[in-house]
């Protein structure tokens, strides 16, 4: 009997698994855990226009419109970017196309987090992921707008957020000594807001900002079809019409564009010619409020710095920069020399996947734009 008792007990033994793999599964399972809650470091650069999000090891993932489409039945995301794009006007009354920002700040906290939970899905980071997010905001938001930022950021589950002004990370995508006692010059021309800035030492010495950009020359120059012809075209088409015929100093290529618009009166559908002097005559005045932005802040600088700009030159970013002729209408007011980034709408977001890989170096520009 005994040795039947032992022999059941060593089959028992021998049909368990051995410690040693049962310790195995547990440390694959420790592994994979640690995976999913490593921390994930993310870029976002939410713009009026535009938004673009990157990570240091996959560059830039997400570069679309800063729209969000919602059902406000069920409050789920239906589409973000250029797909709710598509949407805009061909949508029932129960989903509606959301702009989260105006002018450079947010105008609605929880579509911003419902934009941010939706980038962050898009990139692939887990909802266990314990997300650190570096995020550009402009150097003339308040102290409430910086909060509303950062708050829409950890409502969408983000565990840490620092912020980096605009024109310094703008600076820092260029590849210019920000942290020398060197006077670096940047000028961001974006949709809702224009910033300029000379930077030395790793903080803006001097700056100028404006709640102006593209979105208010697109506005003018539908304003000035509206007076002029009689018509109204689409948002689209006033942004090609910017593109194509705009000129900083009013000598563009083309004499004019031939567009299909609405009638104010009838609402008729017709085809009309569009000449680069309605569409000039719409941006000159945005443009001299820029320019007039940074003559006063050149104006204010010590002369030292002066000195470095006048030598260096200044730098123009943003999606506005790519206006025809704007460089040489900046460097004829301001008597530096000027010049357009290369890729400028993407300066922005390449200087903060920067931050992300030398965040203890520049620990110091966080700081400043957390006030």
């Not at 030492?201 to 208010?216: C, E, F, K, P, S």
């Not at 003018?220 to 002029?228: F, S």
């Not at 290529?253 to 009838?266: I, L, N, Y």
């Not at 004829?332 to 980034?341: D, L, M, R």
């Amino acid at each position: 009997m005994v040795a039947s008792v032992v022999g059941r007990a060593t089959n028992w033994t021998c049909s368990t698994p051995p410690r040693v793999k049962a310790s195995d599964e547990w440390r694959l399972v420790t592994v994979a855990l640690t995976f999913l809650l490593m921390a994930v470091d993310v870029a976002l650069d939410i713009g009026t226009s535009n938004t673009r999000l990157a990570t240091s090891g996959r560059g830039v993932l997400f570069n679309e419109p800063t729209l969000v489409a919602i059902d406000t039945n069920s409050g789920a995301v239906l589409d973000l970017g250029y797909g709710a794009l598509d949407l805009v006007g061909r949508t029932s009354r129960h989903v509606v196309v959301f702009r989260p920002f105006a002018q450079g700040a947010t105008v609605d906290f929880d579509v911003t987090a419902r934009l941010i939970a939706a980038l962050f899905e898009r990139a692939g980071v887990s909802k266990l992921s314990r997300v650190r997010a570096v995020m550009s905001v402009p150097s003339l938001a308040t102290a409430i707008e910086r909060r509303a930022l950062r708050q829409a950021a950890i409502q969408a589950g983000a565990r840490e957020v620092s912020l980096v002004e605009a024109p310094l990370a703008a600076a820092i995508g260029l590849g210019l000594p920000v942290q020398d006692p060197v006077g670096s010059a940047v000028t961001l021309m974006g949709a809702g807001a224009s910033e300029t800035a000379v930077i030395s030492l790793g903080g803006i010495v001097t700056g100028g900002a404006r709640r102006i950009g593209g979105n208010d020359v697109d506005a003018a120059i539908a304003t000035q079809l509206r007076l002029r012809l009689g018509v109204v075209v689409a948002p689209a088409t006033v942004e090609a019409l910017k593109c194509t015929l705009a000129s900083a100093l009013g000598r563009g290529e083309k004499s004019g564009e031939a567009v299909f618009a609405r009638t104010v009166e009838r609402g008729e559908l017709v085809e009309v010619t569009v000449s680069a002097d309605v569409v000039n005559a719409a941006t000159r005045d945005v443009l001299n409020a820029t320019v007039r932005m940074i003559q006063e802040c050149l104006s204010t600088t010590p002369p030292d710095l002066s000195q470095d700009v006048s030598a260096r030159g200044m730098t123009l970013v943003g999606g506005q920069a790519n206006l025809t002729d704007v460089a040489e209408l900046v460097a004829t007011a301001s008597g530096v020399e000027v010049s357009v980034a290369p890729h400028p709408d993407l300066v922005v977001i390449e200087g903060l996947r920067a931050c992300l890989e030398e965040m203890a170096s520049l620990h110091a520009l966080f700081r400043s734009a957390d006030r």
